[in-house]
């Protein structure tokens, strides 16, 4: 019988899931189901925005009156990267709960952690880890291993393919668009249609499939892989947390959107 791990290997989720996408996601033009557009518009009207689908493409009004053009293909890329984004927030929220106990300030202890930690820093946050899964699991083993993972999420970012410090509300942009093999600049919305997966129950349900949601993509899924979420290597050991550090490279396809589809934000005179 498996056990459950308290933190999911984050290496080898953002690798089997950029694999998945890679093998499967086919461009092509595609229909989204009205159910789909219509719990998207809720979302966004929650929020303040609003959004208008045309036939390819998506027109969002900010709460600033901008416009931010959205391609159909987007909202299909997102679904590959949610359960990433899930585990990233994960990852946080239980680094949150350390800061706290330890009494620290948030941000300056992201960057602490990441760029100068000494010795007394790293065994104090793996003591304070470690209280904190002992309080919600009883198998020493799966403690470990999710202190050495926390560990590694706060000191290594090469291991998860971070780039901004982890107290950023933005700190997960990076990977996602690195695991799409998108652009930031200009493609940047993606992150945030993947944020509203996760955050809005009816949207999280839709997007499980992409059969669910799209009226024209199930029959062009190709090449389709069945990933495990395995686990490369990680050392359960804290001291062992540089080992494996940096996520396999990809041959990546070249992705072009044209001009009348391509992310862009004006203002509305």
């Not at 690195?178 to 997966?197: G, P, W």
């Not at 949601?213 to 990680?234: H, K, L, R, Y």
Request: glycine share 2%; with cysteine; hydrophobic share 35%.
């Amino acid at each position: 019988m498996n056990k459950k791990h308290i933190l999911k290997n984050l290496h080898s989720m953002i690798r089997n899931s950029a694999l998945h996408y890679m093998n499967e996601f086919v461009w092509q033009d595609i229909e989204l189901t009205e159910e789909f557009k219509k719990a998207y518009k809720r979302y966004l009207k929650e929020n303040g925005y609003d959004i208008e689908f045309l036939g390819s493409t998506a027109v969002i009004t900010s709460p600033s009156a901008k416009f931010i053009f959205v391609p159909n293909q987007w909202f299909v890329m997102a679904h590959y990267t949610v359960d990433v984004y899930e585990e990233l927030s994960l990852y946080k929220e239980y680094f949150r709960k350390v800061t706290r106990k330890l009494d620290r300030k948030y941000d300056e202890y992201a960057k602490l952690l990441r760029d100068s930690a000494s010795s007394s820093d790293r065994n104090e946050f793996i003591s304070c880890a470690r209280g904190i899964f002992s309080s919600i699991c009883y198998d020493n083993e799966l403690i470990e291993e999710a202190v050495a993972r926390l560990w590694r999420f706060v000191n290594d970012y090469a291991w998860w393919s971070g780039q901004k410090t982890i107290d950023r509300g933005d700190f997960y942009v990076s990977v996602i668009l690195n695991m799409l093999n998108l652009v930031n600049a200009s493609q940047s919305y993606v992150a945030d249609i993947v944020s509203a997966y996760s955050t809005d129950a009816e949207l999280r349900h839709l997007v499980n499939s992409i059969d669910s949601f799209t009226i024209n993509m199930g029959d062009v899924i190709v090449n389709q892989v069945d990933f495990s979420d395995d686990e490369v290597n990680t050392k359960q050991n804290p001291d062992d947390s540089k080992e494996n550090k940096t996520i396999p490279s990809l041959k990546r396809v070249r992705i072009k959107i044209n001009e009348s589809s391509s992310f862009k934000e004006i203002n509305v005179k």
